[in-house]
């Protein structure tokens, strides 16, 4: 047993290390990297007055380091196949790009002005050296930027596939992070680029509060007022709060198709679909028919289901003026009860203050106290009688409701055609634009922008996903810590995760071993023997158990207290069972549930109750094959085939017989 619980309790220790090894070894790579950096500032500041100290230094053989994580290394994407606007901002520079010098209308003076500020820089805690992106600068500030496409987009038959990379470095309070396709006309301005300018498609996350939104809206042309009528996508099922809280760098894909589909993608997974007919917010369609406005309901409809039954009458016996409640008659003053005594008095302690103007304020009276009188009484003041439901009341009578025999059901005005009624079955035929842009407000700032991307070809799009968005999908997924580091930094922000941690090890480990080293020893089976050793040896000094003799083999069956070929069959089958038992029952099934415990720590109190049951099931199979050894060793006891000679017996002959008796 004792051999089971040192194996358990190693094999603990053992995945534990395995857990903590990576966060120890990106420790000391970590503090491998500090020195290196040390080293290099005391060079550089060491300059040429240490050169011999160098060359000391260069004579001496490097000490071994740590191995590095691998590192990603960035090389800008290039576009590839057919696309309208492709910006990777590598360049360092705004150029191409245009900001907005308008003013919002209906707006304060003090925040009319589009003055927010952008800048083209590396994220702030960036994992791709050299990899840079737009980043609005400011908070609480109207931005407005836009640039040209290489040529306007006209829908026809071939999709629109536009994608771009947001990281909210900072998070997000309240603000977007949406593009608009600005539409191609006469009158577009970049320099003037305000909210009312006109666009074809809205497309991006936004929040506020805690609404998280992924916007898909595009405007459509009504073919006959000319009118344009925004339409909005329903809104995703999924959960879209990670994306605004991971600060993690998130691609946005939209694809709207010829044949009206479209679908909306976050980092290449599709979280939103549907079709440009049936799941916009308005229709794009109106409906054939509308309710005639100047059709009025008669005076004389009837919409009551139900009335009150005009032929019932109240009850002769129905008291309407019985009050609710009524003064318990069986009531009787508590003994005690001081009825001259005011349950408030005024506090005799109480002063009044020197700067009391009577004529001000009024003649002073002392706060009211509770009257010390009444604390060892039962009450004061006039005793009244407590009131207790009145069982005779039964309220304002009312006549029972009854069918209406005129209900003519609810009114509701009749249809009429629809004279705007129009039918675009493709309303995939948007109008064209010429410009993408960004019209923002945000309280949070360090917003970072990335990889812009405009064709009409999917697979281009991944292209450029793979080159663009895969490789920071890649360096972050190298630079994030292992299991072990994630669970220490955790611990660090709440140290109360520490208590959670101790009891998920030591649980399992307590449990394991208060089963293997506790229960009965080798010493209790010893009694045991000896107790029914000395128990037969008892039987056969009284009599009762006569000593076993040598048989012969024709008699071995007849004549002895061997079982039966029928019993030894059975204790075959028994043997067999109990083995299989055993082997269920065996502490294999415990390690298996202790390693899957130590890979799988999310489960981890579901696997501590498992580990339990284990212990516990295993325990009773114990007890069960103990109970089952007693019973064989027993055996020979219960059902004993006994000779009896006739000779034997006072005026008997030498014949015999046999009789099956209890011992």
């Known amino acids: 047993m004792h051999q089971k619980a040192l194996l358990f309790v190693l094999l603990a220790v053992g995945l534990l290390c395995l857990g903590l090894a990576p966060a120890c070894q ?53 576009p590839m196949g057919e696309h309208f606007f492709a910006e990777s901002f590598d360049r360092g520079t705004l150029d191409g790009w245009v900001l907005s010098k308008a003013k919002k209308d209906d707006a304060d003076e003090e925040i009319a002005k589009y003055d927010g500020k ?75 680029f305000v909210d009312k300018t006109a666009y074809t498609i809205m497309f991006g996350p936004d929040k506020c509060g805690e609404d998280y939104k992924l916007h ?53 997974t599709v979280v939103n679909s549907g079709n440009l007919l049936k799941d916009m917010t308005p229709p794009v369609n109106p409906p054939a028919e509308i309710e005639d406005p100047d059709d009025h309901k008669p005076e004389d409809w009837d919409e009551r289901p139900k009335i009150q039954d005009p032929d019932a009458v109240k009850p002769e016996d129905w008291d309407e003026d019985a009050p609710a409640q009524i003064p318990d008659e069986d009531a009787v003053k508590p003994d005690g009860w ?21 004529d001000m304020d009024g003649e002073w009276e002392a706060p009211q106290v509770p009257n010390p009188a009444c604390e060892s ?68 700032s360090d917003i970072f922008f990335d990889n812009f991307f405009i064709t009409n070809d999917r697979n281009t799009a991944e292209r450029w996903a ?20 994630q669970m220490l930094s955790a611990a660090e922000e709440r140290p109360w995760l520490w208590i959670v941690y101790v009891l998920t090890v030591a649980l399992p480990l307590v449990l394991i071993i208060v089963f ?36 012969t083999p024709a008699a071995e069956y007849k004549k002895t207290d061997e079982p039966q070929p029928d019993v030894k069959e059975e204790e075959e089958d028994e043997e067999e069972e109990d083995k299989a038992e055993e082997a269920k029952s065996s502490p294999g099934g415990l390690a298996l549930s202790l390693t899957w415990f130590w890979s799988c720590p999310s489960s981890g109190s579901v696997t501590v109750w498992f580990i339990f049951l284990q212990l516990q099931r295993t325990r009773v199979m114990k007890k069960r094959l103990l109970l089952r050894k007693r019973r064989e060793r027993m055996r020979p006891r219960q059902k004993r085939k006994k000779t009896i000679f006739c000779g034997d017996l006072p005026g008997a002959g030498g014949s015999e017989r046999t009789d099956s008796s209890e011992p």
């Open 377 to 444: 009484a039962p009450g004061c003041g006039p005793w009244k009688r407590p009131m207790i439901d009145n069982p005779s009341y039964k309220g304002k009578w009312k006549p029972p409701m009854v069918d209406n025999p005129n209900y003519q059901g609810i009114w509701k005005p009749r249809k009429i055609p629809n004279p705007d009624y129009f039918e675009d079955l493709q309303p995939f035929k948007m109008t064209p634009f010429s410009a993408l842009g960004l019209e923002l407000w945000s309280m949070t």
């Open 118 to 192: 952008w800048a083209v820089e590396e994220m702030k805690d960036t994992k791709l050296p050299g990899d840079k992106g737009l980043v609005l600068m400011s908070r609480a500030k109207h931005h407005a930027i836009s640039a040209p496409l290489l040529r306007p987009f006209t829908f026809d038959s071939m999709p629109l596939v536009i994608q771009y990379e947001v990281n909210f470095q900072s998070g997000i309070d309240c603000g977007g992070a949406y593009v608009k396709l600005l539409s191609e006309t006469p009158g577009l301005d970049l320099d003037q």
């Open 26 to 78: 990106a420790q000391d790579q970590n503090r491998d990297e500090d020195a290196d950096v040390e080293d290099d500032l005391d060079l550089d500041l060491a300059g040429t007055e240490d050169d011999d100290e160098l060359d000391r230094d260069e004579e001496a053989p490097p000490a071994p380091k740590a191995p590095s994580a691998p590192k990603v290394t960035y090389k800008a994407p290039e």
């Open 216 to 268: 898909f809206i595009f405007r459509h042309k009504n073919p006959k007022t000319g009118q344009y009528e925004e339409k909005h996508a329903k809104k995703p099922d999924a959960d879209l709060r990670s994306y605004f809280t991971d600060k993690k760098t998130h691609l946005y894909t939209l694809v709207v198709n010829a044949d009206n589909s479209f679908e909306v993608l976050v980092d290449q």
């Open 338 to 358: 001081l009825d001259d005594e005011a349950e408030y008095i005024g506090d005799p302690d109480a002063i009044k203050p020197d700067d009391w103007d009577e």
């Open 466 to 485: 793979t080159d663009g968005w895969g490789l920071k999908k890649a360096a972050e997924g190298a630079a994030e810590p292992g299991l072990a580091a």
């Open 516 to 551: 293997c080293c506790t229960g009965k020893s080798s010493s209790g089976s010893a009694q045991d023997s000896l107790s029914l050793t000395s128990l037969q040896e008892e039987l056969k000094g009284a009599g009762r158990l006569q000593p076993e003799k040598k048989k």
